[in-house]
C-alpha cells in the first residue's frame, strides 16, 4: 500500500532531482485574492508569478499545498467528496514547457524508482481544440505521449469542460491540459480502445498539467501570456484512493484514525449502516477542514463573516452529525487532536496552534451546545403546551407552527433542521412553508454582507436550486402516479426563480390533473419524509424500480436517491413503500419539510406528445 507520506516524499524528492525548488505549503487564506475565502488549487498562491513576476526561488517549483473546495460541501458524506485537500504541484515559471512537463510526468507514474505503475493501466486526455476562440487541438501534447509509448486507443481527446483549467479566480491565468488516468474498472487491464473518453467511469484521474498560455482579464477575454507556464496538480487523496483501490477516500491514511476515533468516542461501528457511516464521513471531513483552518498560520476563529464562518459552519455541521451518533458531550476536541497528529509533520502550523485550536472548539461547541439545550427547555414548554390544549379541548395539536419553529429558532438559535428532528421523534409536523416566510422575511433585515461573499456552494442560491431539485423528484412521481407510467421526465431546468420540468404526456393536462399533482407534492413535503441515498450497480437500482434511467449513459454504480418513510430506508428493504426513488447524483434537501410550498404556475405544449410544467416553491 501507498502511504500519504511516501507519496508527497517521492513526488518533492523527484522534483528536486529535476532541478525544482520545494516550497513550503502557502497559508489557506489567500493573501491578495478577493475572489474566493480559499486557496482552491497549488497554483493559486504562484499566481503573481504566473503572471510574470520574479519568483526568488526560481523558475521551477514544486510543493503539497493545503487546499479547500466547498463547492460541493453537501455531497460530503458520499465516498468521495471531501472539503480540505492536499495538492502536489510542480511548476515551470516561462522555464520548461509540454515536452518536460510530460515526460516528467510519465517517469515519475512509471518508473521504477517512483511510483512504478504498468503503463498498460495508464490513460491520458488532451484539449480537443476551440475553432471559435482559435486554439487548436493539441496535436503537440499528444504526439508526446505517443513518443513515450502510450497507445493511440488511449488518448482522449476532450472539450474545455474537461481539458481546460483555470483561472482560479474570476479572472488570471488558465490554459489547456493534459491529464492523466488510473484504470478502475473490472480486470487486471483495460480492454482495448478504452479511455476515459469512452468509458469515463472506470478511470480515475490522478494527475494534471496545465499548460498555461492564456490570461483572462475582467472583461472575460483570453490573452496570451508574456511567459508560457506549466502548472501541474495531483489530488493527494484522491491518488491514494486510485492506486491502493480504495472503495471510499476515508480509507486514505489522512482520514481514516478519525474515523476510528469517532467509531471509539460513539460506541458505533463505521459500517452500521448509511446513515452511520455519513454522518461519520460528515464528522470526520468537517472537523478535518475546520481545525486546518483554524491551525493555518493566519489562525481564524469561529465567527460570522469570511472564513469564519465557514469555520462555524464546518463545526455546528459536525455536532449536528455526531449527536445523530449519540456523541452527547463535546467531542470535537477528541477528533481535532487526532488531526493535528495525522499532520503535524508535514503542516508544523497546526500543531503550533494546538491551544488555539482546542481552545476555540470547545468555545464554539458548547455555545452550539447549549443553544441546542436551551431550545430543548424551549421545546418541552411548546409539548407541554400542546398536552395542556389536549386536556382541556380534547383535540391533539400534531402541528408546529411556523410562528412557533421560528420562534425557537430566533430566540433560542434552535436551526429548523433540529426542530424537525425533534418534531419527527415526538410523532409531530412542522408547517415548514410558514417558518420559510417567516425566516426569509427576518433575513432581509438582516443579511450580512458576508454572506453574498460564499464562493462555494454555501451561498443562499446552491440551498434554492437543492430544494427545486428535490422537488423535481416528487414532481416526477407525482405526474407518474396521476398521469400514467408514459409520463416520464424528458427534461428539467432549475433556476433561482423556478424550475421548468419537461415529460411525455399526449394530451394537455386537466386542471383537475394539476391541481392532484400540486397537491400530492405539497403532502409529500408537508410529511417531511427523508430523503437518503444509496450506492447500487445500475441493476439493482432496475430492481428496486428506480426511476430516471432514461436518457443519461450510466456508470456501473449509480448514486439512488429515495425519498420516503424513514424506517423503511433503514432497512433498505427494495419492496418499501417510498415516495420516490430515482437514479441520480444529488444533492438533495434532507427532509422534504425543507422544500416550502410547491406551486405549478403552468402546463404547456412544447412539441407532439410532450409538455411542460413550470413551477416554484414559496
Ligand atoms: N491547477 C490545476 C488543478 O487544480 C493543476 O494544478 O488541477
Known amino acids: 500500500m501507498l502511504t500519504s507520506k511516501e507519496l508527497r516524499q517521492k513526488y518533492l524528492e523527484f522534483f528536486k532531482s529535476k532541478g525544482h525548488a520545494i516550497l513550503p505549503s502557502a497559508s489557506l487564506i489567500p493573501d491578495n485574492d478577493p475572489t474566493v475565502l480559499f486557496t482552491t488549487a497549488g497554483m493559486h498562491p504562484l499566481v503573481p508569478y504566473l503572471m510574470g513576476q520574479k519568483h526568488p526561488e526560481g523558475a521551477r517549483l514544486a510543493n503539497v ?284 502550523e497546526v500543531e503550533k496552534n494546538k491551544e488555539f485550536i482546542l481552545l476555540e472548539l470547545a468555545k464554539e461547541e458548547t455555545k452550539f451546545r447549549n443553544t441546542i439545550e436551551q431550545g430543548m427547555k424551549e421545546f418541552e414548554k411548546l409539548l407541554n403546551g400542546f398536552r395542556i390544549a389536549f386536556e382541556k379541548t380534547g383535540t391533539h395539536i400534531t402541528e408546529i407552527s411556523g410562528k412557533q419553529a421560528f420562534k425557537l429558532f430566533e430566540s433560542a438559535g434552535f436551526p429548523l433542521e433540529i426542530t424537525l428532528e425533534l418534531a419527527r421523534e415526538n410523532g409531530l409536523t412542522v408547517n415548514v412553508a410558514e417558518f420559510e416566510a417567516a425566516y426569509k422575511a427576518h433575513q432581509e433585515l438582516s443579511r450580512a454582507g458576508a454572506e453574498q461573499k460564499f464562493a462555494g456552494g454555501l451561498a443562499d442560491h446552491s440551498e434554492v436550486s437543492t430544494k427545486y431539485h428535490t422537488a423535481t423528484h416528487l414532481l416526477h412521481a407525482c405526474l407518474l402516479k396521476v398521469l400514467g407510467p408514459h409520463a416520464t421526465q424528458r427534461g428539467s431546468n432549475i433556476t433561482q426563480e423556478r424550475m421548468r420540468f419537461d415529460f411525455a404526456n399526449p394530451q394537455k393536462m386537466t386542471p383537475e390533473q394539476i ?72 444533492p438533495h434537501v434532507e427532509h422534504t419539510g425543507m422544500i416550502g410550498k410547491f406551486k405549478i404556475v403552468k402546463e404547456e405544449a412544447i412539441s407532439a406528445g410532450m409538455r411542460r410544467i413550470k413551477a416554484v416553491i414559496e
Open 515 to 586: 391541481k392532484e399533482v400540486e397537491d400530492l407534492v405539497n403532502a409529500a413535503i408537508q410529511k417531511d419524509y427523508p430523503v437518503s441515498w444509496q450506492e447500487m450497480t445500475f441493476e439493482e437500482a432496475k430492481e428496486k424500480n428506480a426511476i430516471g434511467l432514461f436518457e443519461d449513459k450510466y456508470q456501473s454504480r449509480v448514486k439512488v436517491y429515495t425519498v420516503g418513510d424513514v424506517n423503511e430506508i433503514a432497512k433498505a428493504d427494495p419492496s418499501a413503500p417510498t415516495f420516490s426513488r430515482e437514479v441520480c447524483g444529488g
Open 65 to 348: 499545498q493545503k487546499c479547500i473546495r466547498t463547492q460541493d460541501i453537501d455531497e460530503v458524506g458520499d465516498n468521495r467528496h471531501d472539503t480540505f485537500f492536499e495538492m502536489l504541484g510542480n511548476w515551470s515559471l516561462g522555464d520548461y514547457f509540454k515536452k518536460e512537463a510530460i515526460e516528467w510526468s510519465f517517469e515519475f507514474l512509471t518508473s521504477k524508482e517512483y511510483l512504478g505503475l504498468d503503463i498498460r493501466k495508464l490513460a491520458v486526455s488532451v484539449f480537443s481544440g476551440e475553432a471559435e476562440n482559435n486554439i487548436p487541438r493539441d496535436e503537440e501534447a499528444a504526439g508526446i505521449w505517443k513518443s513515450l509509448g502510450m497507445p493511440e486507443d488511449r488518448i482522449a481527446y476532450l472539450p474545455r469542460k474537461n481539458n481546460w483549467w483555470g483561472p482560479a479566480g474570476q479572472t488570471g491565468p488558465c490554459g489547456p491540459d493534459t491529464e492523466m488516468f488510473f484504470w478502475s474498472g473490472e480486470g487486471e487491464f483495460p480492454p482495448a480502445g478504452s479511455n476515459p473518453a469512452t468509458d469515463e467511469d472506470n478511470w480515475l484521474e490522478i494527475w494534471n498539467d496545465v499548460f498555461m498560455q492564456y490570461n483572462k482579464n475582467a472583461e472575460g477575454k483570453y490573452e496570451p501570456l508574456a511567459q508560457k507556464n506549466v502548472d501541474t496538480g495531483m489530488g493527494l487523496e484522491r491518488t491514494l484512493v486510485a492506486l491502493n483501490g480504495f472503495a471510499d477516500v476515508f480509507q486514505v491514511d489522512t482520514f481514516w484514525p478519525l474515523i476510528q476515533k469517532i467509531e471509539e468516542v460513539a460506541g458505533r461501528e463505521y459500517i452500521e449502516n448509511m446513515a452511520v457511516t455519513k454522518s461519520m464521513r460528515i464528522v470526520a471531513d468537517h472537523i478535518r477542514t475546520a481545525t486546518m483552518i483554524m491551525g493555518d498560520d493566519r489562525r481564524v476563529a469561529p465567527s460570522n463573516v469570511d472564513q469564519g464562518y465557514i469555520v462555524r459552519r464546518l463545526i455546528r455541521r459536525a455536532v449536528r452529525h455526531g449527536r445523530q451518533l449519540g456523541m452527547n458531550t463535546n467531542f470535537c476536541d477528541q477528533i481535532a487532536l487526532q488531526v493535528i497528529e495525522i499532520f503535524k509533520d508535514v503542516y508544523p
